[in-house]
């Protein structure tokens, strides 16, 4: 099946950085996502982008289907931007999402 | 507009008790996925449904889970005589049609067993 890897696993900034999320795929997909877990356990969507660029705010994400990319840029960090960053893909049978491990990032005012 | 909503938000059972948790799709979405997250481990999938049909339960662990999306009301995730090792966050995700569209996320359920 699929493999999603994130990197880096974990990810400490002063306030006001700008930070680069990257997650790689093992095959073409049809959908990828990212999610944001916040503190209390909750998943935000943050993007559907399984090619292209977004932008959302501080938040921007490309996808690179050819090479099996996907970054997520977050500028200008706040406290508040504080969890887990998650990429999801789906998986050939179109039935099911898989999540890479995560990326912690830790916003320190 | 409302999200996907889950219930309950936390869920207290004794080892060999059933657990039950529900989940309404976002309004005009009739596809239902269910994941867990473990402690220290990933997101995971266990099963994906349309409304009166399993599609893909290839994620759900063959004896005691079970669920079903009825033609009326939400969706249940059931686990039958639950054990320390169920304890995890369950989370419910609705798409529009298929998997090809995005999935949004409920809230989680919070299974914690004794």
């Known amino acids: 099946g699929i493999q999603v890897e994130q990197s880096p696993p974990d990810l400490i900034l002063q306030e006001g950085a700008n930070s680069t999320l990257r997650c790689n795929f093992s095959?073409?997909?049809?959908?990828l996502q990212w999610f944001h877990q916040n503190p209390w356990g909750q998943l935000i969507n943050l993007f559907y982008i399984p090619s292209g660029t977004k932008q959302n705010g501080r938040l921007s994400a490309t996808t690179v289907a050819t090479e099996r990319y996907s970054l997520l840029y977050i500028s200008s960090s706040q406290t508040t931007d504080s969890g887990v960053y998650f990429c999801a893909v789906l998986n050939q049978a179109g039935t099911a999402l898989i999540f890479g491990k995560g990326t912690t990032l830790s916003v320190s005012s | 507009n409302a999200g996907v909503m889950q219930n309950p938000r936390h869920l207290v059972r004794r080892r060999g008790q059933e657990a039950r948790l529900r989940c309404s799709p976002m309004k005009g979405h009739s596809h239902v996925y269910w994941y867990r997250q473990l402690p220290e481990e990933g997101l995971k999938f266990m099963v994906y449904?349309?409304?009166?049909?399993?599609?893909?339960e290839s994620g759900m662990p063959k004896e005691r889970f079970s669920a079903e999306f009825p033609k009326e009301g939400p969706s249940i995730l059931r686990i039958q005589q639950v054990v320390r090792g169920d304890s995890a966050a369950y989370f419910c995700?609705?798409?529009?049609?298929?998997?090809?569209?995005?999935?949004?996320f409920g809230p989680g359920t919070r299974l914690t067993v004794l």
């Open positions: 995700a609705s798409s529009r049609t298929g998997g090809f569209n995005e999935q949004f």
């Open positions: 095959d073409s997909v049809n959908n």
């Open positions: 449904l349309q409304k009166e049909n399993i599609i893909d």
